[in-house]
């Protein structure tokens, strides 16, 4: 699979990596055996970027990916990133503080059964966190102790990315980048690529809808966030359906997928366009199982999208999308 250069972390990563809420929490239950499956299925297909968190689960998703690590061994050229800060009780800008990222980042090497984290990411904290001197003097902190060996931010908005991108040694941003989420083409992609600060994409099929599988009909799970946050009840709702009304985000995904090439999959042409944008470091699906981590693997293989599948693709989130979502985030 095609690598490319993760920002300021220096490492090769695949193209396509591996998200691993899935295999934490919020998605209904996915056995041991199957996450397992899904993290074997990924690596054999040429996935070599992992992305956790340690509220995923309360440290399930880190703790699996702890396993699978140790059953690999150390040669398998894997780089996972993970994220702290959820784990505030309550989620506010002062309990972001040296102490607690020490308290959070031991906790994840342990999970992972590392020394040292590849990439620690900010998990949405609070906006203000992002502007606090404080904040990156306590991760470089983290880099100079070794419990990281390098830094990044999960943000929700472009205007938060923008002000992480700013601090000089920032290694990562990841954001909602998909096919109906385009803002951070306009401004967000080229300053990181200016910093040399790289984009993990996530969200990229909108929590499912960009696979063209769902209607009107579709029932999730009641431990599923798409059943239980659609309206932001949990979290940022951007974070479910890419904050798109979900009957407006199921009609559009009905064109999205009439523009499948064929031999494809619409996720697959889904995560391509992600792939297409530049500045784009590496994309991370989520997968239930390793049959569709395979395929999302595969999508690296498809060739880039030429322009009119790309002015239409454009076209469905102009007339369609963008009211709902373009001045949100």
């Not at 600060?197 to 960009?210: C, E, K, M």
Request: charged content about 20%; some cysteine.
């Amino acid at each position: 699979m095609e690598t490319r250069v993760l920002g300021r972390t220096g490492r090769a990563v695949s193209v396509v990596g591996l998200g691993c809420w899935q295999l934490g929490a919020d998605w209904g239950d996915v056995a041991e055996d199957d996450a397992l499956a899904v993290l074997a299925g990924a690596a054999d297909a040429g996935v070599t970027f992992f992305d956790t968190a340690d509220v995923y689960g309360d440290g399930r998703s880190e703790t699996l990916i702890g396993k699978f690590l140790a059953d690999r061994g150390a040669g398998a050229g894997l780089t996972v990133a993970t994220k702290m800060g959820r784990r505030a009780d309550p989620h506010v800008a002062e309990a972001y503080t040296l102490d607690a990222f020490r308290a959070w980042t031991d906790r994840s090497r342990a999970n992972l059964g590392v020394e040292t984290l590849d990439l620690v990411q900010l998990h949405c904290p609070p906006t203000e966190v992002f502007s606090r001197e404080a904040t990156y003097d306590a991760l470089d902190t983290l880099v100079d102790e070794g419990r990281v060996a390098a830094y990044g931010v999960s943000v929700e908005t472009v205007a938060e990315a923008l002000t992480a991108i700013a601090r000089p040694h920032l290694a990562t941003v990841q954001i909602i980048l998909n096919v109906f989420r385009r803002k951070p083409l306009e401004q967000v992609l080229p300053a990181a690529a200016a910093a040399g600060v790289g984009i993990i994409a996530r969200v990229p099929l909108a929590s499912g809808l960009l696979s063209g599988k769902y209607d009107a009909s579709t029932v999730f799970a009641a431990t599923d966030h798409r059943s239980y946050n659609r309206h932001g009840e949990a979290f940022d709702v951007g974070e479910t359906f890419s904050g798109v009304p979900y009957d407006v985000g199921v009609a559009a995904a009905q064109r999205v997928a009439a523009l499948t090439p064929a031999g494809a999959t619409t996720a697959q042409l889904a995560l391509r366009w992600i792939l297409d944008q530049s500045g784009v470091s590496a994309v991370i699906p989520g997968a239930r199982n390793a049959t569709q981590a395979r395929a999302n693997a595969a999508a690296a293989a498809l060739a880039p999208l030429d322009a009119a599948a790309l002015d239409r693709l454009r076209a469905v989130y102009d007339e369609d999308i963008r009211p709902h979502v373009h001045d949100r985030w």
